[in-house]
Nanobody
Framework: QVQLVESGGGLVQAGGSLRLSCAAS????????MGWFRQAPGKEREFVAR????????YYADSVKGRFTIARDNAKNTVYLQMNSLKPEDTAVYYC????????????????WGQGTQVTVSS
């Protein structure tokens, strides 16, 4: 079992940056690939980024590629999402999740979820 707690959200102007953190409990954190998803009001939860258990491989949604960077520190049981050049359309609740399935861009591949952290980008 993995418990996840996100932090670092907030209000930022367009063009600004935020770094989200996701702290995990449980000794098996380093065995999970981890993902970040987001959900805007009235929209479905969507994939943002994913990093392999070792940190050697990462994938991004086209909408954030080149602006967001996912990273992890297994010694600290933490995964990060550095978000630069933020846009109003990035406004959403951001969730981290631990992957236990094969389709890493799908919500259904993730068994454990945090409670989410709100990111609001003003224009």
């Amino acid at each position: 079992q993995v418990q996840l707690v996100e932090s670092g959200g907030g209000l930022v102007q367009a063009g600004g940056s935020l770094r989200l953190s996701c702290a995990a409990s449980g000794r098996t954190f380093s065995s999970y690939s981890m993902g970040w998803f987001r959900q805007a009001p009235g929209k479905e939860r969507e994939f943002v980024a994913r990093i392999s258990w070792s940190g050697s491989t990462s994938y991004y949604a086209d909408s954030v590629k080149g602006r967001f960077t996912i990273a992890r520190d297994n010694a600290k049981n933490t995964v990060y999402l550095q978000m630069n050049s933020l846009k109003p359309e990035d406004t959403a609740v951001y969730y981290c999740a631990a992957q236990n399935g094969r389709n890493w861009s799908s919500v259904s591949a993730y068994d454990y979820w945090g409670q989410g952290t709100q990111v609001t980008v003003s224009s």
